[in-house]
C-alpha cells in the first residue's frame, strides 16, 4: 500500500524478477493484482498490489481487512503522502502487522531518517524506538 508513484509495483517486480510496471498505463497501477510469491524457505504467501491514486482508497480499504501484513512503500526522496496518511488509519484502525518499506533509498535526494520522523508524526513507530512498526530501508532498482 502507499501513495501513488512510491515504488509499490517496482518493488513487487523485484521481489517476483518480473516487470509489470513497464505495461501499466503511465507506470501507474489502475487494479488491485494478487501474487503468490515463494520465500527462500519455500513458503509461500499471497502478495496484493493496491493502486496508490487517491481514486482507489475504497479498494485499499477492502484490502486492508484481508491481510495479515501490511507493507507500506513510503518512497525517501518523497515522503509520507496523502495516501501514506490514509493508509496508515486504515492500518491503524484494522490492527494488522505494518511493516514500512522505505522506497527508492538509491536515489541522491532520498533522506530515509526524515522519512521517519514524519511517519512518527502520524503514530508509526519503528521497533527499534519502542514501537510495533517494523521499518526497512529498500531499493528495488539495486535490489
Do not use: Y
Not at 16 to 26: F, H, K, Q
Amino acid at each position: 500500500m502507499g501513495h501513488v508513484d512510491h515504488g509499490k509495483t517496482t518493488l513487487l517486480d523485484a521481489l517476483r524478477d518480473s516487470s509489470l510496471v513497464d505495461t501499466e498505463a503511465g507506470g501507474i497501477t489502475q487494479r488491485i493484482g494478487a501474487f503468490r510469491i515463494s520465500t527462500d524457505s519455500g513458503q509461500e504467501m499471497t502478495v496484493f498490489d493496491t493502486p496508490g491514486h487517491a481514486s482507489f482508497g475504497s479498494m485499499r480499504s477492502s484490502s486492508v481487512q484481508l491481510t495479515d501484513i501490511v507493507v507500506l512503500c513510503v518512497a525517501a526522496d518523497d515522503g509520507p503522502m496523502d495516501q501514506t496518511v490514509e493508509c496508515i488509519k486504515l492500518i491503524q484502525r484494522s490492527g494488522v502487522q505494518l511493516v514500512v518499506a522505505i522506497t527508492k533509498t538509491d536515489r541522491p535526494e532520498s533522506n530515509a531518517d526524515n522519512v521517519k520522523k514524519e511517519l512518527m508524526r502520524h503514530g508509526v513507530i519503528s521497533d527499534e524506538l519502542g514501537g510495533d512498526a517494523i521499518l526497512v530501508e529498500v531499493s528495488a532498482i539495486q535490489k
